[in-house]
C-alpha cells in the first residue's frame, strides 16, 4: 500500500495553478507594453533622452537653496599648555621661616612680600657691619689728617733747603731730618690706602648684611599667579631652595606637532619693522641685573610694565599676518579659545617627520578687543561667535565674584545707559569691556598643564559656495528640477525662494508654454524631479559640515539652485520627488 495516495492529485494541482499564474503575467505584461512606450517616449522628449521609466512614485525629501558663505579648513593637533613665563622663587638666606603671606593659586605683583624669615641673627650681624663701617670710616679721616700732616713737614723741609745759600744745607734742618719727614710721608700714605681698603670692606660688609636682611623677606619676582608653594611656617628654610613658583597666566603658549606635509600651509609669520638687536638685548639684561641686585620692588614692577609692553608690541606686529588657530579643551567642552600661529620650529624630526608649532593663546577676555580682529575674520560665523560666546561666559563668571563695591564702580566706569529691561539680568557690555581691561588673570579657566585640541586654520575662503555634507553621498548631489510630468503623475511646482509645493497645493505658472514660443510639451504639466550631479573636480575645502564648491565657468551649480539635503539615499536619477519640511 502506497505511503502516499495522495501525491499525484496535489502535484497536479500545483502544475495547474502554476500554468495559471504564467498566463496571467504574461498577458498583464502585453497588456502594459503601449503606455511603457509611451512613457519612454515622453521622458526622451522631456529630458533629452535617457528616460525616467519606473519613477512614477514620489520620494519624500527636504531641499535647501544654495548660498555663500565662509568656510575654513583645519589642521587638527593636540598639544600641552603651558605658561610663557614661569618664575621659581629660590630663598636667598637659611632661616626659619616666620610667616608665610599667600597661599597657592593667589594673584601676586612683582616685589610683593610672600614670605618673611627670621632676622634677627642677621639684623645683629648687620649692626655690627655698620659699627665696624663707622669705625673704618674714622680710621680713614685720621689717616687722612696723618698724611696730610706729613706732607706739610715734608714741604716745609724740602722749603728750608731750597731757600738756604750753601746747596744741600739749610739752617734749621737736617739731611736725616728731611730723610725722616720723606719716610714718615710715605708712611702715612700707604696707611691711608690701608685705611680705604678697610673703608671698602667695611661698607662691604654692610651691603652684605643688608643684603641678607632684605632677603628675610622673600618677594614675588613677577606679576602672576603663586602656582606652588612648599613653604610653611617655623619651618627651616635652606639657601637657594625653591619655595615657591609664580607663573603669568595672561600670557599662555600651546606646543602642537604638525606633519612635515603641512609646512607649506602653516608659514611663520614674522613681525614688522626692525627687530631686537642683540646688543639692546644684552643692554637691558645688564640693567635688569642691576635692578636685581639692588632689590627693589619699584624696580621690578617697573621692569614688569616695560616687558608687558614690549610684549603686547611684538603681538601687535604679528597678529595681521598670523595664522588663527581654534582652542578646545576637554575641560570645557562647550567653549572655544582664540589663538594664532606665533613660530613653527625651522627643522623637522627626522624620525617623525613632524614639526614643532607654538600657538600663543589669547586669553578670552581679550579677544573682543580691535587688536584681535584679523584673527576673527579668519573663522566661519559659527567658530567666531563660539569663540565670542566663550568671552562673555569668562565675564560673567569673573563678574559674579567681584564684590558688590567694586560692581558698582565698574558700572559706573562709563556714562550712564538709558535703563533697560535686559539690565536687571547682568552688567552691560560697556562694564564687561572695562573688567575685561582689569582681569588680572584673563584666562580665568585655562591652566597650565591641559591638554587642548588647536584647530589651526591653512585655508579661509570668505564668500564660498556651500554645499551641506550630508548632502553629499559618493561625491554626488541631487539637485531639484522641474520637469515635465508622464502620465498619470502628480505634480511638484517650483516656487520662489526654493521651496515647492506639493502636488495639493496650487502655483501660478508663469506663462504658458506657447507663450514662450515652444511647440514641445505645451500644456504639459510640471513636476519636481532629482537630478544627480557629480561633484568630482568641483570640491574645494571640506570642513565641519560643509564643502566648498569652486566657482568656475564648468561649475555644474550655482547660488541660488536647490538641492536635496535629506532623503536622497533612495533616490535615483531622475526620480520624481516631494519637498517635505521646508514649509
Request: charged share 25%; aromatic share 4%; hydrophobic share 40%.
Amino acid at each position: 500500500m502506497s505511503r502516499w495516495p495522495a501525491l499525484p492529485s496535489i502535484l497536479s494541482i500545483i502544475i495547474c495553478l502554476a500554468l495559471s499564474a504564467c498566463g496571467g503575467s504574461d498577458k498583464g505584461s502585453e497588456e502594459k507594453k503601449p503606455s511603457t512606450t509611451a512613457s519612454s517616449r515622453g521622458s526622451g522628449g522631456a529630458g533629452g533622452g535617457g528616460g525616467f521609466a519606473g519613477f512614477s512614485q514620489e520620494t519624500k525629501v527636504e531641499v535647501l537653496t544654495l548660498g555663500r558663505g565662509a568656510i575654513a579648513a583645519y589642521h587638527v593637533s593636540n598639544g600641552n599648555l603651558q605658561a610663557i613665563q614661569r618664575a621659581p622663587v629660590y630663598s636667598r638666606v637659611g632661616e626659619l621661616c616666620t610667616e608665610v603671606l599667600v597661599e597657592a593659586g593667589e594673584y601676586v605683583v612683582a616685589g610683593q612680600p610672600l614670605a618673611k624669615l627670621m632676622r634677627d641673627e642677621i639684623e645683629l650681624t648687620r649692626d655690627q657691619a655698620a659699627i665696624d663701617l663707622e669705625r673704618a670710616e674714622q680710621t680713614y679721616k685720621e689717616a687722612g689728617v696723618e698724611l696730610e700732616r706729613a706732607k706739610r713737614y715734608l714741604e716745609r723741609i724740602i722749603r728750608d733747603f731750597e731757600a738756604s745759600e750753601q746747596e744741600g744745607k739749610s739752617s734749621i734742618f737736617s739731611l736725616d731730618d728731611r730723610f725722616e719727614a720723606e719716610i714718615t710721608e710715605r708712611k702715612a700714605a700707604l696707611g691711608e690706602k690701608r685705611s680705604l681698603a678697610d673703608l671698602k670692606h667695611s661698607r662691604t660688609e654692610l651691603e652684605a648684611a643688608q643684603y641678607q636682611l632684605d632677603n628675610t623677606v622673600i618677594r614675588a619676582p613677577i606679576s602672576g599667579v603663586l602656582v606652588t608653594r612648599s613653604l610653611h611656617p617655623y619651618e627651616l628654610v635652606t639657601e637657594n631652595q625653591e619655595v615657591f613658583a609664580v607663573a603669568d597666566l595672561s600670557a599662555l603658549r600651546l606646543l602642537v606637532d604638525v606633519p612635515e606635509s603641512a609646512a607649506a600651509a602653516i608659514q611663520p609669520v614674522a613681525p614688522d619693522g626692525p627687530a631686537l638687536t642683540s646688543a639692546d638685548s644684552d643692554g637691558e639684561m645688564d640693567s635688569a641685573d642691576d635692578a636685581d641686585a639692588a632689590a627693589s620692588a619699584e624696580l621690578d614692577a617697573a621692569k614688569e610694565i616695560e616687558r608687558h609692553r614690549r610684549a603686547d608690541a611684538k603681538q601687535a606686529a604679528m597678529i595681521p599676518r598670523a595664522k588663527a588657530v581654534i582652542l578646545a579643551a576637554t575641560a570645557f567642552p562647550d567653549d572655544r579659545y582664540l589663538g594664532y600661529v606665533e613660530m613653527v620650529s625651522p627643522i623637522v624630526d627626522a624620525e617623525r617627520g613632524m614639526l614643532s608649532v607654538t600657538v600663543r593663546v589669547i586669553p578670552p577676555a581679550k579677544t573682543g578687543d580691535a587688536i584681535f580682529e584679523p584673527l576673527l575674520a579668519q573663522l566661519p560665523v559659527l567658530e567666531r561667535a563660539a569663540v565670542l560666546r566663550t568671552r562673555k561666559s569668562v565675564l560673567l563668571s569673573a563678574w559674579s565674584l567681584l564684590p558688590e563695591a567694586t560692581r558698582k564702580e565698574m558700572s559706573g566706569a562709563k556714562p550712564a545707559m538709558p535703563a533697560k529691561p535686559s539690565d536687571a539680568a547682568g552688567p552691560s557690555d560697556a562694564t564687561l569691556n572695562v573688567l575685561a581691561k582689569r582681569l588680572p588673570n584673563a584666562h580665568e579657566r585655562l591652566r597650565p598643564g591641559m591638554w587642548l585640541e588647536a584647530s589651526i586654520v591653512t585655508r579661509f575662503e570668505k564668500n564660498a559656495l556651500l554645499i551641506p555634507s550630508a548632502a553629499v553621498i559618493n561625491n554626488t548631489v541631487f539637485q531639484a528640477k522641474e520637469m515635465a510630468a508622464h502620465s498619470g503623475a502628480r505634480p511638484g511646482v517650483m516656487v520662489p525662494g526654493g521651496r515647492s509645493r506639493g502636488p495639493t497645493e496650487s502655483a501660478k505658472p508663469d506663462a504658458p508654454a506657447s507663450a514662450k514660443g515652444g511647440d514641445k510639451g505645451e500644456g504639459e504639466e510640471k513636476v519636481l524631479r532629482a537630478v544627480a550631479i557629480d561633484l568630482t573636480g568641483h570640491t574645494g575645502v571640506t570642513s565641519e559640515g560643509y564643502v566648498q564648491l569652486k566657482d568656475s565657468e564648468d561649475a555644474p551649480l550655482k547660488a541660488g539652485d536647490v538641492i536635496v539635503i535629506r532623503g536622497q539615499e533612495g533616490l535615483k536619477d531622475g526620480g520624481k520627488i516631494r519637498v517635505v519640511g521646508n514649509e
